[in-house]
């Protein structure tokens, strides 16, 4: 049974704050991707790697670094949390092709007050 | 802007009823897929369409890709509400290898 795991459901934070995000998959894919998804605008792609170290920017980067230090992990990091960072952040993985299914983690209810 | 307008947005419908959600898009698309979601869970896929016209059926559900590949339609029949939920579309692009593009999803209420 495939799985993306997420390190928390729910996580409350600061203004000003670091916060991590972490994904993991036991699917050995090569894609990893990180999306935050409001009502009203859908899934929206913050950023993604197709390999170990590698990374490419998505469509709203800005306030957001990651990393993929391992195959199996990637760590999506806010470096200085803001209120308009509140959302729901959501980790996918997949084989490369553009046909390929996206398997999604439960997803991270953030809240930055 | 999205690039894959879904409708209607809201849709609420009373058990046995049927219903369709468009996804519409001026750009041309190399698969699309559908996707529902469950409040506090992830998207899970439903379905891929990769080729213009094709017609795929999974028990109540239907799905079409558009002769041009810029479009698609779920339509479920007869409605239950554990159908319930929030239906994403997503389409990839082979120029753009690994990303999708979603709409901004359909939330379905079936009531009992």
């Known amino acids: ?113 | 802007t999205q690039l894959l307008e879904q409708s209607p947005q809201f849709l609420s419908i009373q058990e046995g009823e049927n219903l369709t959600v468009y996804c519409n898009s001026s750009s041309v698309f190399s698969s699309l897929q559908w996707y529902r979601q469950e409040p506090g869970e992830g998207p899970v896929l439903l379905v891929t369409v990769v080729t213009g016209g094709e017609v795929k059926k999974l028990k109540r559900l239907t799905f079409q890709f558009g002769d041009a590949r810029k479009d698609s339609s779920l339509h479920i029949t007869a409605a239950q509400p554990g159908d319930t939920g929030l239906y994403l579309c997503a389409g990839g692009k082979r120029s753009n290898d690994y990303k999708l593009s979603f709409g901004a999803g359909t939330t379905v209420t079936v009531r009992a």
């Open chain 1, 1 to 113: 049974d495939v799985k993306v795991t997420q390190s928390s459901r729910y996580l409350v934070k600061r203004t000003g704050e670091k916060v991590f995000l972490e994904c993991v998959q036991d699917m050995d894919h090569e894609n990893m991707f990180w999306y935050r998804q409001d009502p009203g605008l859908g899934l929206r792609l913050i950023y993604f790697s197709y390999d170990v170290k590698m990374k490419e920017k998505g469509d709203i980067p800005e306030g957001y670094s990651v990393s993929r230090e391992k195959k199996e992990r990637f760590s999506l990091i806010l470096e200085s949390a803001s209120t308009n960072q509140t959302s729901m952040y959501l980790c996918a993985s997949s084989q490369p092709a553009s046909q390929e299914t996206q398997y999604f983690g439960p997803g991270t209810r953030l809240l930055v007050l």
